[in-house]
């Protein structure tokens, strides 16, 4: 599947890596459903999450560290949700795709 590329992530929250990113939305109703993928990074999620996002990584690795230092990884095929709130550093050694979904009123909201 071919994916649109996107912004990346602001200058000050990439710890390390260049942040190029693409998506491709498949669905918005309720709920939007998207495909995400990102170039290798480590991106620091210091403001509080701006919504529930469940995840189903289909490409790649990804280590979801919270500011208490629990430590995740999580690797094709595996499903976890992130929550709204949550902080942390989300670290992407090499490329990394994922499906998405998200309420889509919190979704929209998030972009505005």
């Given at each position: 599947m071919e994916?649109?590329?996107i912004p990346p992530f602001p200058a000050e929250i990439v710890l390390?890596?260049?942040?190029?990113?693409w998506e491709q939305v498949l669905h918005q109703?309720?709920?939007v459903v998207a495909v995400f993928e990102a170039s290798?990074?480590?991106?620091d999620i210091s403001e509080p999450f701006p919504y529930d996002e469940f995840v189903l990584v289909l490409e790649g690795e990804v280590t979801l560290t919270n500011i208490d230092g629990g430590k995740q990884t999580y690797n094709p095929g595996d499903t976890f949700l992130v929550p709204k709130g949550w902080r942390g550093t989300w670290e992407m050694p090499d490329k990394y795709r994922e499906m998405?979904?998200?309420e889509t009123d919190?979704?929209?909201a998030a972009e505005e």
């Open positions: 994916l649109e590329s390390k890596g260049e942040s190029e990113n109703g309720d709920f290798p990074a480590i991106i998405i979904i998200i919190a979704w929209v």
